[in-house]
Antibody, heavy 116, light 114 residues
Framework: QVQVVQSGAEVKKPGASVKLSCKASGDTFTTFYMHWVRQAPGQGLEWVGVIHPGDGSTSYPQKFQGRVTVTRDTSTSTVYMELSSLTSEDTAIYYC?????????WGQGTMVTVSS | DIVMTQTPLSLPVTLGQPASISCRSSQSLVHSDGSTYLSWLHQRPGQPPRLLIYKISNRFSGVPDRFSGSGAGTDFTLKISRVEAEDVGVYYCMQATQFPLSWTFGQGTKVEIK
């Protein structure tokens, strides 16, 4: 049973960066896209970015271009998401999710709070 | 980018009664490989979303058969044949047809018991 486990909650000041991790179990790490999705308090789901762990290719929505970087470490089956120039609007739960042409496995979520 | 529009955004339901949620995409979700990558997710309060339906109408592992999906092209529907208390929460449609460039979610439909 494949699982993804995310790193713990973060509190950051405006203007700082945050780097989150998402570790996948099982031996199919390089097969499926891995996404980052966020959810601001009381809001819906918002796609933040994706990586294909096999070749490291990435894609990001226009809104986050230049501010988000998704990377991976195949030796530890871990993907990372770094978001820079944080503002209060980046306060949200950040999820990683495996993509098997649908988001079939989700991490537990990481709360990121941006506050001065 | 493809825009996903759900209706209604709020859905009060009676236990044991059917419920239906609509999702419309701004362009066809038929991929060049012939598949339509439209899925439905359910999120209970305080929990991550979980996959219910993939490729329009396929129930994910462990999903009760009271959930069904239908549709084609740009119009899709999620139906619950008889709502149970555990079905409350927010339902999202999402498209993965524009892979590997873009994925988008609907706004979500909040289902609550009357």
């Amino acid at each position: 049973q494949v699982q993804v486990v995310q790193s713990g909650a973060e509190v950051k000041k405006p203007g700082a960066s945050v780097k989150l991790s998402c570790k996948a179990s099982g031996d199919t790490f390089t097969t499926f896209y891995m996404h980052w999705v966020r959810q601001a308090p009381g809001q819906g789901l918002e796609w933040v970015g994706v990586i294909h762990p096999g070749d490291g290719s990435t894609s990001y929505p226009q809104k986050f271009q230049g501010r988000v970087t998704v990377t991976r470490d195949t030796s530890t089956s871990t993907v990372y998401m770094e978001l820079s120039s944080l503002t209060s609007e980046d306060t949200a739960i950040y999820y990683c999710a495996r993509d098997n042409h649908a988001f079939d496995i989700w991490g537990q979520g990481t709360m990121v709070t941006v506050s001065s | 980018d493809i825009v996903m529009t759900q209706t209604p955004l709020s859905l009060p339901v009676t236990l044991g009664q059917p419920a239906s949620i609509s999702c419309r995409s701004s362009q066809s979700l038929v991929h060049s490989d012939g598949s339509t990558y439209l899925s439905w997710l359910h999120q209970r309060p305080g929990q991550p979303p979980r996959l219910l339906i993939y490729k329009i109408s396929n129930r994910f592992s462990g999903v009760p058969d009271r959930f069904s999906g239908s549709g084609a092209g740009t119009d899709f529907t999620l139906k619950i044949s008889r709502v149970e208390a555990e079905d409350v929460g927010v339902y999202y449609c999402m498209q993965a047809t524009q892979f590997p460039l873009s994925w988008t979610f609907g706004q979500g439909t909040k289902v609550e018991i009357k």
